[in-house]
């Protein structure tokens, strides 16, 4: 292993060397406390250390990095106690996550660090977002995301490479090449010579290095940075290495022959360092001892304080508080005239206001830009905003969602258009596991909006008509807002940009033109989590929302001889529960009345809640009216008889003659 140490001067070696070699003692003391059973889990990166460690020195402390497992050489070198991380692996209230996440699936903003999800890919999405709030902002700064070379085979690789060629993003995509995804060795992975050629097809620059040698990596790093900075392009560093251990220690090393531990334990970097620098004059046995002292020392120190925590005692209220990020967001008034506008004009003009009010809020979909969406709903805002701020994106949800996330976390608000609601279900894991859990895990928001176009009607099909509201209503930490009116859509959406977490903003798209009514014309908020008494009455209570609201108002204009109290819900999580009671005590008979299909829908939620606490002031069983446990067809004879509107009437005799 050769070593150059040109430009660097004997305390900034002696640095690189400390930095290198305390990751390196911390995990033998982790493995030592594994085998005791006094630990529960690790990780190793015994052997991949220089490349951790030498990437986040080659970085300013202020610029953000994406690690994954093998990486606590990432933590060590940004000065994070070793206490709290011990008592983050040993799952205490004091670490870095209140105990809710394991090992090194944390992060910490103080640190600019962003943590990781099991599902890998998606971090690196996250560093486009963080790299574009560096380009508007015109900062010379860079983020860096980790990728293992199996992480290379996922599909968000491809897009999150793709977004920041195309956006010329300064983001530094580094892989550790460390011969296996698990068990699965790269030759089943890949069949191109090298991963960095894979930059070639992104129109990048694509490197391959030495990742044992600590010199070459903080070097090669260095200058990745000054290219992504200059150049405004990313860069794809491979690093080749080789994990010594296994995946975790529970999986083991059978699968790997023993000839390239062999082979590797010649090269590894701790040891190849600490030599090189004896050779240079630079340390000797005197000084190596004194360093590896102080290390041990705060290491046994960590140990002590994390083992002496206390269990965590569970509160229930604090729990469900941090779930969300506190939403203080001031309710506004209009105070002007309205105007009568359709129900897609109104989302615009919520938009539009919100673009005005908030500079820092980027739009970002597919066609949005000077074609104004599928839809038109941005249509002109380009020329009113600029193509920085309203932006066209590749035909990539997933990336997308997370470049919202990244830019999110350096203080942008962002919103994204679903070009259909249908296609969510490729953005569906950065969704579920990152925007809505990230303030719970580690207590960064999301200030992210997805706009939804959905329903049925309008004789789209099965992938352009679904109604798919229910899947997010699971899901703790998003918020789903599912507006019927165009008054509802624009304060609404003023009000999703407004709060910090994710929300899912459903608008039915034969909604969109087939609707009018006044709307303010001046900027105002409307409630999320508080539902809309359509009218009152005294025999049957419709609850719905979305498309329902307009069935339900039909169908009681054309049969007056029944008293309807609608409820319109708006916001299906969270949901209004003291509406929904109020509803059910005014009649005590409820329909619950949904385009949704029927199993899995809302409806069998707000059933099971009704039940449970207003059951004495049912004066009949609940009944749903919801779509067919199809999926929506396209014939129009067809999609009819799917829709729940298409038995309403009988759900209502029904529940009439009880």
């Known amino acids: 292993m050769q070593f150059d140490r040109t430009g660097l001067i004997d305390s900034q070696l002696v640095h690189l060397y400390t930095q290198l070699v305390k990751p390196r003692m911390i995990e033998e003391r982790m493995l030592v406390l594994l085998r005791q059973g006094r630990v529960s889990k690790w990780f190793s990166g015994i052997g991949q250390e220089a490349i951790a460690v030498g990437a986040t020195l080659a970085l300013d402390e202020d610029e953000y990095i994406m690690p994954l497992h093998r990486n606590l050489g990432v933590f060590t070198a940004r000065k994070m106690p070793f206490d709290k991380l011990f008592m983050q692996w040993q799952g205490r209230k004091d670490g870095f996550s209140k105990g809710r996440e394991r090992s090194f699936h944390f992060g910490a903003n103080e640190y600019h660090i962003c ?8 971090q690196l999405a996250i560093a486009d977002g963080v790299a574009l709030a560096h380009k508007l902002r015109k900062e010379k700064k860079v983020a860096l995301a980790f990728s293992g070379d199996g992480g290379t085979s996922e599909g968000d690789f491809h897009e999150a490479l793709n977004v920041a060629a195309v956006w010329g993003l300064p983001v530094i995509f580094l892989i550790e090449n460390n011969g296996y995804g698990l068990s699965t060795p790269v030759n089943e992975q890949f069949v191109c010579k090298q991963l960095a050629d894979k930059a070639i097809g992104y129109g990048m620059k694509g490197i391959t290095i030495d990742g044992n040698n600590i010199l070459e990596v903080f070097r090669e790093i260095l200058m990745a940075r000054q290219y992504c900075i200059a ?15 296994g995946h975790e220690e529970a999986s083991g090393v059978k699968y790997v022959p023993k000839e390239l531990f062999v082979e590797w334990g010649k090269k590894d970097p701790v040891t190849n360092f600490e030599q090189f620098l004896k050779d240079e004059g630079v340390l000797d046995q005197k000084k190596i001892t004194a360093i590896k002292a102080a290390i041990q020392e705060e290491i046994e120190h960590g140990l002590a304080t994390g083992f002496d925590a206390p269990h965590i005692v569970p509160d229930t209220r604090e729990e469900l508080a941090d779930v969300y990020a506190p939403a203080n967001i001031r309710e506004v008034h209009p105070s002007s005239a309205s105007t009568e506008k359709k129900f897609i004009q109104a989302i615009s003009d919520g938009l539009r206001q919100s673009m005005q009010r908030h500079p820092n809020l980027v739009l970002m979909g597919q066609d949005i830009a000077e074609y104004g969406g599928a839809f038109k709903v941005t249509e002109g805002f380009v020329q009113l905003f600029g193509k920085e701020r309203v932006r066209n994106t590749p035909l990539c949800e997933s990336a997308i969602v997370g470049a919202a996330l990244g830019l999110s ?3 942008f608000k962002a919103m994204m258009e679903m070009q259909f609601a249908d296609f969510v279900t490729v953005g569906f894991n950065q969704i579920i596991n990152n925007l809505a859990k990230i303030h719970y895990r580690w207590g960064q ?5 997805i706009r939804m176009p959905t329903g049925g009607g309008v004789g789209a099909g099965p992938f352009h008509s679904q109604s798919n509201e229910a899947w ?3 899901t703790p930490g998003l918020k789903v807002v599912y507006p019927s009116t165009p008054e509802d859509a624009k304060g609404l959406m003023i009000a999703a940009i407004e709060d910090p977490n994710p929300v899912l903003f459903f608008e039915h798209k ?13 900027y105002y908020t409307i409630e999320i989590g508080k539902a809309r ?9 419709i609850i719905t929302y979305g498309m329902g609201v307009h069935w339900a108002t039909d169908y009681a204009a054309k049969h007056t001889g029944t008293s309807f109290d609608i409820l319109d819900l708006r916001t299906l999580l969270p949901l209004d529960y003291t509406a929904i009671k109020e509803a059910v005590l005014r009649t005590g008979k409820v329909l619950l009345l949904h385009e949704d299909t029927l199993i899995g829908g809302i409806g069998g939620e707000l059933a099971a809640w009704i039940s449970e606490n207003c059951f004495e002031s049912l004066d009949a069983p609940i009944v749903r009216c919801a779509g067919l446990d199809t999926p929506i067809p396209f014939a129009i004879e067809l999609e009819q008889n799917f829709m729940a509107s298409s038995r309403l009437d009988d759900c209502v005799k029904k529940l009439l003659s009880y």
């Open 445 to 449: 928001n999301a200030d992210v909006v």
């Open 231 to 245: 150049e405004q392009k990313p860069i794809l560093v491979e690093c080749m290495t080789f994990r010594m251990r």
């Open 533 to 541: 008494q359509v009218q009152q009455g005294s025999d049957i209570s």
């Open 409 to 411: 976390i350096k203080g």
């Open 115 to 122: 943590g990781m999800i099991s599902h890998l890919g998606p």
């Open 472 to 474: 997010f209503v699971h």
């Open 510 to 522: 034969a909604l969109y033109r087939s609707i009018s009514g006044n709307v303010p014309d001046d």
